[in-house]
């Protein structure tokens, strides 16, 4: 009983991670209708800045995460200025090539200013135990900060000015450019804010996992399994799916024969099954 | 009239003769003075690997600095070409042919993957080059090139370092009884796994045994599993990065077995990353900066001179230097280029090197040229790595149970 529940919170825990990681990627594709193959690579920069500060400074990887939000909110709007504004209306192809060469060019950029050896963050391991539970306090916090601003992202979308202006956006750029809107300067912030996210989803990742050139490559595949699970550029439906793809590696993890293998192919299996029965995703709100 | 035809020629042939001797001399000149070429294929970006290859460059920079120092190979600048196989085999191929077609390297050195090795292999095989290889562990590598008079190989084998694990284990007392086994699910995991079960049979129980991938954000549900089973060792068999998260993890979780064992523990960053965390885990490798090799101190000397940033150096560094230097050594000894004597001075080869003493033996699964098959334990304690077995090379005692 005691292995099932800790399966289950271990589940549970990972969800937070690859949450945190896909919202950015959910909200540039639902409101700028734009796949970013080098959200992986932000969060990677996120995580260095992290270990930086961390290492360098002394600082506390949890207050590192302003510098992460803002940094990476500034790149975000440089990669915007000088790349993304130019192929708004370009094909997808365009599109995708264009953020898969930002993807490269970070990886490598990192490689030569960072070398590829893989770092963490030595923290004391603190342990939250309950009865014959125990979990790490960080995937706990991580988790809680991964829902956390999913809600309150989902919340500005629904209820704020702002938020109602990005909705319009995304139902129909030319009525938005007609009723007076600026949607470059939205399009600017969105890239910017989802940018910041993945800093901040970088550091995070920085503090339970470890830092390398490559770390985005295989989260940002994750967060592609519940991109298309959630329906594509769905948030709200994006925490259902960031669980349900979490509870299931977990469950696999544990109680299939050779399980760990099994569930790393998960993903690419989501993502197939999906696209090919359900390509609206699980409540099938995608929007064309 | 026919002695003015006479001082005629003589006249012409003095200033002719000294002009077609310059000439010829200037023909020579830049042949006595062409580099010889060796080229190098390694993985320095694109993947995990580029961890291990960044540390081969450090080497065979260094190999190339000193040779050159002393005056080259034969007289002449050794031109060293290093190559980035990307982490895969297509780009590993494209980079070896180009080396041995465009290039016309005398000999080609280094490797990492197995998995790369094996392709590169099969695709460069009708050449016959001349292979010094540091990488590639797996003996499906030394099974199908091993018997190849072309192909020299320096990493000990997957047998090797599996052998020298269990007997390790054994060693320990009280002497373990269950062991939780995971690897990673590629050739060098699967392969290793296949070798520990074998020679672990009868000797231990193992009471896990599952494969992971590497790279995977979350081992916590692994690590859940083999916790229930409670064993008295863990023992991992994977990558840098996946270490500092399983041993992370693990203690997150309350899997606390009485041995954690891993491959390859001194890899750069360990200390940093994993802190007080990291200590008591213990680990196969082939070197260690603390062995007593004859010359491993003046060399360690001499690598923090040209490299002052490099401060902790994995074994792939010695590795690498040893790569060349056997190669020029070879080349050297041959007293020429011809690709038949440098095989014969190769296979004579008695170099002392940092990484040990180097001579190439038949290896036990048929592979003709095997030059190390020594591994050591070594287990972080006070976050210092010491040798703890074999007992004749030992800095320390192995602390067991973990405290």
Redesign the interface.
């Given at each position: 009983m005691n292995?099932f529940i800790?399966?289950i919170i271990?589940?549970l825990?990972?969800s937070g991670?690859?949450l945190i990681v896909t919202i950015g990627l959910t909200l540039v594709l639902g409101i700028m209708r734009i796949v970013n193959f080098a959200h992986g690579e932000f969060v990677m920069i996120g995580a260095y800045i992290t270990y930086w500060c961390f290492?360098l400074l002394k600082m506390n990887p949890y207050l590192s995460l302003i510098f992460n939000i803002i940094i990476l909110f500034i790149i975000g709007i440089i990669i915007y200025k000088i790349g993304i504004s130019k192929i708004l209306d370009a094909p997808s192809l365009d599109q995708v090539l264009l953020t898969f060469g930002f993807s490269i060019l970070f990886?490598?950029l990192a490689?030569i200013f960072w070398?590829?050896?893989?770092?963490?963050?030595?923290?004391?391991?603190e342990?939250i135990?309950i009865g014959n539970i125990?979990?790490?306090r960080d995937?706990v916090i991580v988790f809680t900060i991964g829902f956390l601003i999913t809600i309150i992202l989902s919340l500005i979308l629904s209820k704020t000015k702002f938020g109602k202006t990005l909705n319009a956006i995304s139902q129909n750029r030319n009525a938005a450019y007609l009723v007076g809107i600026n949607v470059p300067y939205y399009y600017m912030l969105s890239f910017g804010i989802a940018s910041a996210l993945a800093g901040l989803a970088g550091g995070l990742?920085g503090i339970?996992?470890?830092t390398?050139?490559?770390?985005g490559?295989?989260?940002g595949l994750?967060a592609f399994a519940i991109l298309v699970l959630a329906g594509l550029g769905n948030i709200n439906m994006a925490i259902i799916a960031s669980i349900i793809l979490g509870l299931l590696?977990?469950?696999i993890?544990?109680y299939v024969p050779?399980?760990?293998?099994w569930?790393?192919?998960l993903s690419f299996f989501l993502i197939l099954i999906i696209l090919t029965i359900k390509p609206s995703g699980i409540k099938g709100l995608r929007s064309e | 009239m026919k002695l003015k035809k006479i001082i005629m020629l003589i006249i012409i042939l003095s200033l002719i003769l000294p002009l077609s001797l310059i000439s010829c001399k200037k023909e020579e000149k830049p042949e006595a003075k062409e580099p010889i070429k060796i080229g190098a294929v390694i993985p320095?970006?694109g993947?995990?690997f580029?961890?291990a290859?960044?540390e081969q460059r450090y080497g065979l920079l260094m190999a190339e600095r000193e040779i050159n120092e002393k005056g080259g190979i034969l007289g002449r600048r050794l031109e060293l070409i290093i190559e980035d196989d990307q982490c895969k085999s297509e780009t590993g191929i494209a980079a070896a042919t180009k080396l041995i077609t465009q290039d016309k390297v005398v000999a080609l050195i280094g490797g990492y993957s197995s998995t790369i090795t094996f392709a590169q292999m099969n695709a460069i095989a009708s050449y016959e080059p001349i292979v010094v290889w540091m990488g590639a562990s797996s003996v499906k590598v030394e099974h199908e090139f091993g018997p190849k008079k072309w192909f020299f190989h320096l990493h000990p084998w997957d047998y090797h370092r599996q052998k020298t694990v269990v007997d390790f284990l054994e060693s320990i007392n009280p002497k373990p009884k269950t062991i939780a086994l995971?690897y990673e699910?590629g050739i060098y995991g699967t392969t290793s796994a296949e070798y520990f079960r074998k020679y672990a049979q009868g000797k231990f129980e193992i009471v896990f045994d599952?494969?992971?991938?590497s790279?995977?954000?979350?081992?916590?549900?692994?690590l859940?599993?083999a916790k229930?089973k409670n064993p008295d060792i863990f023992y991992s068999v994977s990558y840098?990065?996946d270490y500092?998260?399983q041993i992370?993890?693990a203690?997150?979780?309350?899997f606390k077995p009485k041995g954690f064992v891993i491959v390859a523990p001194l890899?750069?960053?360990y200390k940093?990353?994993?802190?007080?965390?990291?200590d008591y885990v213990v680990g196969v490798n082939p070197w260690a900066p603390t062995l007593k090799i004859e010359g491993l101190s003046d060399w360690l000397e001499r690598f923090h001179k040209w490299f002052p940033e490099k401060q902790e150096i994995e074994y792939w560094v010695p590795l690498a230097y040893a790569n060349l230097m056997c190669v020029a050594d070879a080349i050297n000894r041959a007293g020429s280029l011809d690709k038949n004597k440098i095989i014969e001075a190769l296979e004579k080869t008695d170099l002392m090197t940092p990484f040990g003493r180097l001579t190439f033996k038949p290896s036990d699964e048929g592979g003709l040229h095997q030059a190390f098959t020594d591994l050591v334990m070594v287990q972080w304690q006070n976050l210092e790595p010491v040798v703890v077995f074999p007992k004749n090379l030992a800095g320390g005692n192995y602390i067991y149970p973990i405290p």
């Open positions: 292995n800790q399966t271990n589940g825990l990972t991670v690859y290492t990886q490598n490689l070398t590829a050896n893989a770092y963490g963050i030595s923290m004391k391991t342990i135990k125990q979990v790490g995937r990742v339970v996992m470890y390398s050139p490559y770390i490559v295989k989260l994750r590696e977990s469950f993890s544990v050779q399980g760990p293998g569930a790393e192919g | 320095l970006s993947g995990a580029a961890q290859g960044q995971t699910d599952e494969p992971h991938k790279g995977s954000s979350d081992f916590t549900s692994l859940t599993k229930a840098a990065g500092l998260i992370k993890q203690k997150e979780i309350g890899f750069p960053g940093d990353s994993l802190g007080k965390d990291g």
